[in-house]
């Protein structure tokens, strides 16, 4: 059974449901994230970009999804950037901002729920918003549903498949949540992904030496390809200005024009 918007609302004040921030106006303003059905959630501030052209193969049985994203994709940080550049044909992770939590009803037995580590009595799907999808922008690869008990913002699967560029703001409105009850008492069966801070799904958005923060990552991405274009242009290595002189300009381009498409207007999803 789907929860209406009323229902959900129900659900956000009695405790079953949480989301963090809170949507709001409540249903009835213009401005309202409340559909009748569901609740539109905005995209967050971090990005996972796989890199391009590495000679690099993933064996589907391994159990290192998680560290094999982090050390093949480019983490874009949406609030320093103000915005990027989704070109067709183009995959990569987001997140949602806002923080899910699916918790056990005030009726459920409390040995019960203890038993569950904070399972819930329901569970949601997201889904793409017909706004977006109308210029092709896909949100999610056959994976929308959210178990009962999740704990954590959802990863978006999203990919360009439309005919123009696309341009990502931060916090935009990317998706909606639709809620739904959950027969019967489930089994504990955390998710691998249960408390993710990242679109890859790492517990924690602070990085290793070797996976520097996502503005240090940038920089570094921008100086060594602006370095090895210089390189290649000159036979000789990056000025004493330092690799990252003209870096901006060298970074747009190797990332086909992601951050200020060339010989195309942008469509700019916006809220």
């Not at 193969?57 to 290192?64: E, F, G, T």
């Not at 005030?106 to 997201?126: F, T, Y």
């Not at 949540?177 to 691998?192: C, D, H, M, N, T």
Request: charged share 20%.
């Amino acid at each position: 059974m789907i929860l209406s918007d009323t229902k959900i609302i129900e659900a956000l004040d009695r405790g079953h449901i949480t989301i963090d921030p809170r949507p709001s106006p409540p249903p009835g303003d213009f401005a309202s994230p409340f559909n009748t059905t569901s609740v539109d959630l905005r995209l967050g501030d971090i990005l996972s970009v796989p890199s391009k052209g590495e000679p690099v193969a993933y064996d589907l049985s391994a159990k290192s999804f998680k560290e094999f994203q982090d050390a093949h994709c480019t983490r874009i940080d949406l609030q320093a950037l103000g915005g990027f550049t989704l070109n067709p044909g183009q995959f990569m992770l987001g997140q949602t901002l806002e923080v899910v939590e699916l918790r056990p009803r005030a009726g459920d037995d409390p040995s019960h729920a203890r038993r569950m580590r904070g399972a819930a009595s329901g569970r949601a799907r997201v889904e793409g918003k017909s706004s977006r999808a109308r210029l092709g922008l896909l949100v999610h690869f056959t994976a929308p549903t959210i178990h009962a008990g999740w704990a954590g913002p959802i990863t978006l699967e999203m990919t360009n498949l439309g005919t123009y560029p696309h341009v990502l703001r931060p916090r935009i409105y990317i998706c909606q949540l639709i809620f739904e009850e959950v027969l019967g008492r489930p089994l504990a069966g955390p998710s691998q992904f249960q408390h993710q801070a990242t679109p890859a799904g790492t517990k924690s958005p602070k990085q290793s030496p070797a996976f520097p923060s996502p503005c240090s990552m940038l920089k570094a991405e921008v100086g060594t390809h602006a370095g090895r274009r210089e390189t290649s242009a000159t036979g000789r290595s990056a000025s004493p200005g330092g690799p990252g002189h003209e870096a901006p300009r060298s970074w747009r381009a190797r990332q086909d024009s992601n951050l200020q498409p060339l010989g195309s207007k942008p469509i700019t999803l916006s809220s």
